[in-house]
């Protein structure tokens, strides 16, 4: 009989899988990659149009605008409030770099908070010492699928009169209380990289808002500043979600729903099978939708979990293993280790595990028994 060592050494269980996804929805997604080829518009036609439609009433926002990706969703959003050189954005340092080089890339300086020890999204409680008169928005970012406290955002903002932009990145159909993440402050920015919950064949992103005025100018921003062709009225740049992209987006919308019930049943098994393990299991407010872009454990001797799920076949990953104030990028901000402990800590600590709706059971079985294992060595 062959040892249970080796079957689990046999088995690839990667940390993301879009092969699956593909080849589950092959005819739809060939026929709608067809439909563009045959059509022959390949930037802003219909399918963007549509899409922008259609995220924008699943989301519950006025408006969308499709752009080349969550970063450049974030930088437009900010340019679109002119905030730029000489203003400060709130937000954290436990988040992916692009959250950070769209503010600078603006010229605005980032200003980080803390997160939270549990949920790992910004530490409210220290915003308004960040404040400043040169603060112009605070950036929260919904972080692995899970929002931020948003009714304290708002009250911040409305008490210092800030913008609130949000980094919806990883939180495609989250939700705070009833409303969807990217739907509560100014602006929501997504970003429809291969892997999100919402995922396209490239990078893509959309911005969301309910304001017209705002819209309007995103619509110029993205494309060269222009009102029609060959008028530009400010300065722009190219930023589109392209044909294509949104034509797998609108198949793959559909989908969003079941996938996202999919990931959050995944969840609740990872948290059965390691209830009674040392690991931290990630935090769920009771007012957040959880829709787990990354399942997210917290343990000692993290790199050694890591290598030992890698050595039996199981992809990780640790999102983020660096800090942005930490960053080489970004030494300029003056920052040192120690000014941020719990972005710190969970930099050293954290490791998300496989999770996508087409994960099986038995995966999850095994992923979970083998941290069960290791943990009893
Ligand atoms: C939290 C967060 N913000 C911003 C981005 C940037 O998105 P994109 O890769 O589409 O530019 C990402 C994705 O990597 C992200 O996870």
Request: contains cysteine; proline residues 3%.
């Amino acid at each position: 009989m062959r040892n249970t060592e080796s079957i689990i050494g046999n088995m690839k269980i990667p940390v993301f899988n879009l092969k699956r996804q593909y080849e589950q929805l092959k005819a739809e997604l060939d026929n709608a990659f067809k439909c563009v080829f045959e059509k022959g518009i390949f930037v802003l036609g219909e399918n963007v149009r549509l899409f922008e439609e259609e995220f924008a009433k699943y989301i519950g926002a006025g408006f969308a605008v499709g752009v080349g990706s969550g970063t450049e969703a974030l930088h437009l959003s900010l340019k679109s409030y002119d905030i730029g050189a000489g203003d400060e954005v709130i937000t954290v340092p436990n988040t992916a770099v692009p959250t950070i080089s769209a503010i600078s890339f603006t010229g605005a300086k980032p200003v980080f908070v803390d997160i939270t020890p549990d949920t790992y999204t910004m530490d409210l409680k220290k915003v308004e010492e960040k404040i400043t008169d040169k603060t112009r928005a605070i950036l929260p970012v919904h972080l692995y699928g899970h929002t931020t406290e948003m009714d304290q955002v708002i009250k911040l903002a409305d008490a210092h009169n800030l913008r609130i932009i949000e980094d919806a990145c990883q939180a495609h159909g989250a939700k705070y209380n009833d409303n969807y993440a990217g739907a509560i402050g100014d602006m929501g920015c997504f970003s429809f990289y291969p892997t999100k919950n919402l995922g396209a064949y490239g990078d893509g992103g959309i911005i969301v808002t309910n304001n017209e005025e705002l819209y309007k100018k995103l619509i110029m921003l993205r494309n060269y500043g222009e009102v029609e062709k060959f008028t530009s009225k400010i300065e722009g740049f190219n930023s589109r979600l392209d044909e294509i992209q949104a034509a797998v987006l609108r198949v793959k919308l559909r989908y969003l729903d079941e996938w996202t019930n999919r990931r959050m049943e995944i969840a609740t098994q990872y948290r059965q099978l390691l209830y009674n393990s040392n690991v931290q299991l990630p935090c769920k407010r009771q007012w957040a939708k959880h829709v787990y872009h990354l399942f997210v454990i917290r343990v000692n001797k993290r790199n050694d979990l890591k290598d030992y799920l890698q050595e039996r076949g199981v992809g990780t990953q640790i999102h983020y293993p660096i800090p942005i104030h930490l960053q080489e990028a970004y030494k300029k901000l003056g920052h040192k280790a120690g000014d941020f402990p719990i972005s710190e800590r969970n930099a050293d600590e954290i490791l998300s595990l496989p999770i996508y709706p087409e994960l099986t059971t038995e995966e999850i079985e095994t992923v979970a028994g083998l941290i069960t294992k290791f943990q009893n060595i």
